[in-house]
């Protein structure tokens, strides 16, 4: 058998979707004009999927301090840590990130992928239990593939279904309950409080991914455990710097004595290079933008407000409550892949997901709002949700507005 047959099924599929339109998977743009902007050819296209929830990757204060390291420190470090020694960034990063959430220690990771599978697959192990919502992340999943942890799913946000797995598990052996802050498809948030006290229960170890949550929840912006007021519950807060910091890595902070023990035990920490120091600098200074500029969570708050009301007003299926992610879930899969290329036809691009990377076999729309759209780009994108769903019949005609 050839090597790749295997993924003949894949092939298959993807080759149906595209011939169905534009490919979903594979959409260039020419030039990113701002945050919120782009332009594929000559046409001006509205971002709508981009998870830039504050706006900050064309902030001139991070582009600066990025520029500015780029020269002084060059490109890259050219290895791990352990390998190659830490650079000033590097630590100054770690004690920020521990100093915002109160924690004794911080680990930086290359990626927010990186930093679920090291932290997942090295905390637990044999012996031990992993309890991880159904709805996981990918590489919550594979961080419970890599590791030698037994792993257990439970309903997704249902702390009841979580307590009942958690009194069937024996008293030895370590428990390490996962969650998200909020979800990445639907943009439901965790039921926290609730999870946290059958932790305490359990006497269970408790983390969460504040990967979608981290600048948008919180007074502080930290996230859904500080929103939920359930912080000291948490042992370990797992982020990434990829969607609200805009830049790239991950990282996760913790009070648990001896932490750093992680770092010659955790080998997607080990044996991969470290963040240039260009973006250690830029993360720095958007870690700074978020902690001392709260009116761009207030923006956040109050666009993702209006682009939630402006779509459910309209009569669209939505995915949660008012959330910077607005899942728009469509019935029917064919729909929805034609749904997603009149919108992009049309200068609007949001994401296309997809069963199996979506929850209960859905189709979604899915949309991120940012702190960078104006009030003018949201009622934009309502309406061409409007003229797109209406055209291929998904919506009720809509009633003229009045004319004077
Ligand atoms: N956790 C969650 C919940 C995510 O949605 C993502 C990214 N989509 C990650 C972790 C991984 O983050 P990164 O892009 O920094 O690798």
Known sequence: MAILEKFAHLRGAYQELRSQGSDPFAVRFDRILSPTEGLRGSKRTILFGTNNYLGLTFDASCIEAGIDQLQQSGTGTTGSRI???????????????????????GMVFTTGYQANLGIISTLVAKGDYLIIDADSHASIYDGARLGTAQVIRFRHNDPEDLRKRLARLPATGSKL??????????????????????????????????????????????????????????????????????????????????????????RPYMFTASLPPSLVASTLQAL????????????????????????????????SEPSPIVAVIQEDRDLAVAFWNRLLESGLYVNLALPPATPNG????????????????????????????EELGVLAPQPMAATG
Not at 83 to 105: I, K, V
Not at 362 to 389: E, K, N
């Open 177 to 266: 309950i996962v969650v998200e802050g909020i979800y990445s498809m639907l943009g439901d948030a965790a039921p926290l409080r609730e999870i946290a006290a059958v932790k305490a229960e359990a006497g269970a170890y408790l983390l969460v991914d504040e990967a979608h949550s981290l600048g948008v929840l919180g007074q502080k912006g930290r996230g859904l455990a500080e929103a939920a007021g359930v912080e000291d519950e948490v042992d370990f807060i797992v982020g990434t710097f990829s969607k609200t910091l805009g830049t790239i890595g991950g990282f996760c902070v913790s009070d648990l004595e001896d932490f750093d023990v992680l770092r010659v035990a955790c």
């Open 362 to 389: 859905s189709a979604i729309l899915r949309c991120s709002v940012s702190a960078a759209h104006s009030t003018q780009q949201i009622d934009t994108a309502i309406a061409m949700f409007a003229a797109v769903g």
């Open 83 to 105: 390998a190659n020694g830490s650079y000033d960034g590097h630590t100054r990063l770690e004690r920020e990130l521990a100093d915002y959430y109160g924690r004794a220690h």
């Open 288 to 319: 700074k933008r978020l902690r001392t500029d709260p009116g761009l969570r207030a923006r956040l708050r109050a666009n993702s407000r209006r682009f939630h009301a402006g779509l459910e007003q309209l009569g669209f299926r939505l995915g």
